[in-house]
């Protein structure tokens, strides 16, 4: 899935640098391969990198290819979300952001005087090796579609995005949908940013579009996390939280990831995210907080199963998110989403939830909510309130030790927002 958009953004940028004379070409192999290729084919050339925050697989793979060339200064990497790479300082962070969201956008370069074609793999031959099964329901990929969709958020959809962006029913469209794009660098947050900051002053929904200029600030300040501490892929952000959730229920595990927990609500979130392969970021945080809490299940088993359901998976996001939805950095307040809750605030008459599982169709919306369905649906596979008072016994017993809070004092002098953005 998150592949398929991949390719899709790769042949639109082939496309674009034809026109330019250019292409792309794709080197197939490890990084040691790449690095003896270049060496014996280009030993004289220089390497351009875009920095990405990613999980250890890319960053281990990646860090001797970065040292070999680096010996000869041959290779040049570019900061990218403006997360910072060198020694972090967190109280001058938001500055920094700020003023590199203001830097000039790049010219589209010049066309290239003559075709220097090297013989790799071209896009086309690459795509035609893999099977495309896309789901119409997933988003597109290319640069193209970025653009559409940032005019027609700024122009129309944004209208109500402050309010609307909690519903999965109305997010779908009043949320701007950018963020594969941004994940997959088919859009740059700067860019975003300064169409931004050009349309505001004309603009009818200031409000709507301040509370997405913030999101765009947030977005970059996640990355930063795991950017700042790759450890976070495995462990707790509060080291002590890596004790509160040693065992694991396979089985559990298996009905939440694909919709089988007996909460129609949830269950119809999951079962969204599966066919579109992206929901609006409460649902999100709603269906990690109940493998976390309500099932008591590892969040390191859980987070994997999740990031392959998101066309937009960004791991300095999700890894950090699905963290302080689990509990477990110990400097951001537990909070555990209510099912039942959340199922009457956002789809008061269960339209959705019928529209997605038809079954419960003709069923009593109280009944839904609550998932007292009495044989009618899958048996629930926790109790909502019992599993939801022991998570919080659990949780706040292990956060009153004194020695809990000088970690958690750590944590924030490494992670927490300051959220200064003005010089």
Avoid at 247 to 268: R, S, V
Avoid at 303 to 320: M, N, Q, R
Avoid at 357 to 379: F, K, V
Avoid at 394 to 402: H, L, N, P, T
Wanted: charge should be positive; hydrophobic fraction near 35%.
């Amino acid at each position: 899935m998150q592949f398929g958009f991949f390719l899709e953004s790769l042949e639109e940028l082939d496309m674009s640098l034809k026109k330019l004379n250019s292409s792309v070409e794709v080197f197939e192999g490890n990084f040691s391969e790449l690095r003896k290729y270049i060496d014996e084919n280009y030993p004289q050339s220089k390497i351009h990198v875009n920095h990405t925050t990613d999980t250890s697989y890319f960053r281990n793979n990646f860090s001797d290819f970065k040292k070999h060339f680096d010996l000869n200064e041959r290779i040049l990497i570019y900061s990218d979300f403006g997360v910072q790479t060198g020694d972090v300082n967190r109280d001058k962070w938001a500055f920094e952001w700020n003023k590199l969201m203001k830097k000039n956008l790049l010219d589209i370069p010049k066309p290239n005087i003559k075709s220097s074609h090297i013989g790799l793999t071209t896009v086309l031959e690459f795509k035609n090796k893999f099977k495309s099964d896309k789901k119409t329901t997933f988003q597109s990929g290319g640069s193209s579609k970025a653009y559409e969709l940032l005019n027609s958020f700024l122009m129309d959809r944004s209208h109500g995005y402050s309010r609307n962006m909690s519903s999965p029913i109305e997010a779908e469209t009043s949320c701007s949908r950018l963020s594969p794009h941004i994940s997959f660098g088919t859009i740059s947050i700067r860019e975003i940013y300064q169409k931004l900051e050009a349309f505001y002053p004309f603009s009818n929904n200031k409000s709507d579009l301040n509370s997405f200029r913030k999101r765009l600030y947030w977005h970059c300040h996640f990355i930063q996390k795991l950017e700042t501490e790759p450890e976070l892929e495995y462990c707790s952000m509060h080291r002590m939280c890596d004790n509160l959730r040693e065992k694991e229920n396979k089985e559990l595990i298996e009905k939440w990831i694909t919709g089988q927990t007996g909460y129609p609500f949830m269950d119809a979130c999951i079962k969204y995210l599966r066919e579109n392969g992206w929901i609006n970021f409460r649902m999100r945080a709603m269906i990690m907080s109940f493998a976390s809490y309500n099932l008591w299940q590892p969040w390191q088993l859980t987070s994997p199963l999740l990031a392959e359901l998101f066309v937009d998976y960004e791991p300095g996001i999700h890894i950090p998110q699905v963290q302080m939805q689990s509990g477990v950095t110990g400097i951001n307040l537990p909070r555990i989403y209510s099912v039942t809750k959340q199922s009457r605030d956002q789809d008061a008459d269960g339209i959705w939830i019928k529209k997605i599982i038809p079954s419960l169709e003709g069923l009593d919306p109280d009944e839904i909510h609550d998932a007292n369905l009495n044989g009618s649906y899958i048996p629930k596979i926790v109790d909502h309130k019992e599993s939801s008072k022991f998570a919080r016994d659990k949780i706040w017993a292990a956060r009153k030790g004194q020695e809990f809070k000088t970690i958690a004092r750590s944590v924030y002098l490494k992670h927490g927002s300051r959220k200064r953005r003005s010089a």
